[in-house]
């Protein structure tokens, strides 16, 4: 008998655990989904925690006194300014939703003392505080959380699920709240769903976060639950109940609406692009479609400076001296950003000193600290550190770690011609790739870097590749306003639907990097026309790779100062199909650099994975200004094709 109470009891906890995990009606749903820390610390303790204390407190008396679920608080007394910002899901009772902030405000203590930026994101409601004004910002940092159990009917359950997270999409950011709730009947059961933003986005902003989120939630429909949560927005739908039948909104009068019916077609534009992509990628890597979760991080999105740290400031005399008044002697080379010297610091540390082209504008001066302090906090061993910088008059100057073996077209063309081994070559691709994964999909801020080239590539006393200049385009003078300023591509590398339309996105990255990796298996440069004796084309190397791949000799691409003997057939030419699929036409066929991080280093070759061809626009155009120079003429119309670029 007391066993049978026992197993009872002990039934009865594991299924209130569970109902505790999925948040069920009347309930606070204190699961604590994701909480994030700033790193940085308030100078001044004392007037922070004033503040912070303030702000929480005036945050308590909006939801317990005036009953609101959204609201924000400021307490900028003294030079510890807070923001803070709470909002509850609108179905929760006001009890539920003080409760959850009760719950909110003590785990938020728990991120270290002084921490000035912190966030938690709760199933029932999300706290949040800065140093700064973020109330009309999102952070482009959208995690999921997908159940763990598979929907029983699941083509039906996935079809129904896609609908209403479309819907939701479309009709949140247009009712007044930004909050809607919806249940939907599927064979078996029901699906609960949910969207809300913060009330003080703007419209636009609201739809930008939620469109994050759809896109990545959809990796959870084949499960019975499944959340997307982001500072400014959250979606969730799950199978069981966890708000009332009752508590329902129609949303139905926001789906067809007029008005904004072209900025619908956009979004759905986005969405299916999305998803069209989606499925290409799925198609063409079967084998890792489980392993990794859709994740997107729009751009343009100001980052909270209290995210990142502060870059270190050079004295301007410091590296006068440490570069001999930046002699000739010392210039390692020249760039499109500027001139780099090698300096010595006074404490003996060897760098490399970058001194900026810059313009007649002051515009660069808003720009130029903030741009540093992002770039400056990129940290992977595949990116050249950026140590700090200086501003004096109107130069600017940027300080890097310094990199002894020089760039790697130096070694890959100059005079030590051929000497790098297979083993060095492929080492050198794939960490390439890694870099440029990093930043494309695992920095704060997607990072497009516009110019990958070989004379881009730096590498350590190991050999080991370090990709520079990243991020600089934004510091390039503003002084023309026209796109061309903005354009930073070197010919031979450039992407075609970058080059004549303007149209960036990651894939013009992981176009070049297809070009340095032909590059760095060939010993070819791009631009360079290798002569045929029997074929009286130009044969520049894409098209070259390209030719020698159609007739199934991808071999003959290879370096012929490596020793056969040194490489495995089979892999080179699995590297050399990763180039040309990298060089697709098509920007929606052409692997993400994660997806080409898992090629380069997988044995086992995808079968289906058939590069379709490249654009060769190098035999008709040649400098890259002259590229830009067509765009809008008869030229560039024929061009490029196939092209889902989101604007
Ligand atoms: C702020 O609140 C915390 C927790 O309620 C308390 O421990 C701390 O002493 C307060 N600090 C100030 C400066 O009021
Ligand atoms: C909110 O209510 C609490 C207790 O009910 C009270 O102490 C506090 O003064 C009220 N705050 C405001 C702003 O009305
Ligand atoms: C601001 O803080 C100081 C102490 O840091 C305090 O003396 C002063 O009264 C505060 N002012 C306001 C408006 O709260
Ligand atoms: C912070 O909270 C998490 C989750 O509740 C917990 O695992 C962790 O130990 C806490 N850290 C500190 C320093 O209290
Ligand atoms: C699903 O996750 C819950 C909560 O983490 C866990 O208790 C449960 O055992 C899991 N179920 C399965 C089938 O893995
Ligand atoms: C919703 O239904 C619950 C019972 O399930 C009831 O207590 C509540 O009053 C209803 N709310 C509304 C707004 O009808």
Known sequence: MVKLVALTTLLMLLLLSWWRFEGAVGDPQTLLLKQDCSGFIAPDLSNFNQNLNASFADLRSQVSNQSKHFATAQATNGTNPVYAMFQCRNYLSITHCATCLATAAAQIRNCSAGANGARVIYDGCFLRYESNDFFDQIMPRNSILCGNQTAEDSTDFTAAGKQVLMDLLIATPKISGFYAATKTQVSGGGIYAIAQCAESLAQDTCSECLSVEHSSIQGCLSHTNGRAFDAGCFTRYSESPFFADNQTIDITPFLNQGGSSSKKWVIIGVVVGGAVLLVILLLLFPLYRRSR????????????????????????????????????????????????????????????????????????????????????NVHHKNLVRLLGCCSKGKDRILVYEYMANNSLDKILFGTKKGTLSWKQRYDIILGIARGLTYLHEEFHVSIIHRDIKTGNILLDD??????????????????????????????????????????????????????????????????????????????????????????????????????????????????????????????????????????????????????????????????????????????????????????
């Open 293 to 376: 979760s859709p994740k997107r991080a729009p751009r343009g999105i100001i980052l909270e400076a209290t995210e990142l740290k502060a870059p270190t400031k050079y004295k301007y005399s410091d590296l006068k001296a440490a570069t001999k008044n930046f002699s000739e002697k010392n210039k390692l080379g020249e760039g499109g950003f500027g001139t780099v010297y090698k300096g010595t610091l006074k404490n003996g540390k060897v760098v490399a000193v970058k001194k900026l082209i810059t313009g007649k504008s002051s515009k660069i001066d808003d720009d130029f600290e903030s741009e540093v302090t992002l770039i400056s």
């Open 462 to 647: 190991e050999f080991q590749p370090k990709i520079s200049d990243f991020g600089l385009i934004r510091l390039l003078p503003g002084d023309q306003s026209h796109l061309s300023t903005k354009f930073a591509g070197t010919m031979g590398y450039t992407a075609p639907e970058y080059a004549l339309h303007g149209q960036l996105s990651e894939k013009a990255d992981t176009y070049s990097f297809g070009i340095v990796v032909l590059e760095i298996i060939s010993g070819q440069k791009s631009t360079d026309v290798n002569i045929v004796e029997d074929d009286s084309d130009d044969e520049y190397l894409l098209r070259r790779a390209w030719k020698l791949y159609e007739r199934g000799m991808h071999l003959e691409l290879v370096d012929k100062s490596l020793d056969p003997n040194t490489y495995d057939t089979e892999e080179m030419k699995r590297i050399i199909d990763t180039a040309l699929l990298c060089t697709q036409a098509s920007t929606a066929t052409r692997p993400a650099m994660s997806e080409v991080v898992v090629l380069l280093s997988s044995n086992e070759f995808v079968e289906h994975m058939r590069p379709s061809m490249p654009i060769f626009v190098e035999s008709k155009l040649r400098p890259h200004r002259d590229i830009f120079a067509a765009i809008g003429s008869s030229e560039s119309n024929a061009t490029v094709s196939n092209s889902i670029v989101p604007a």
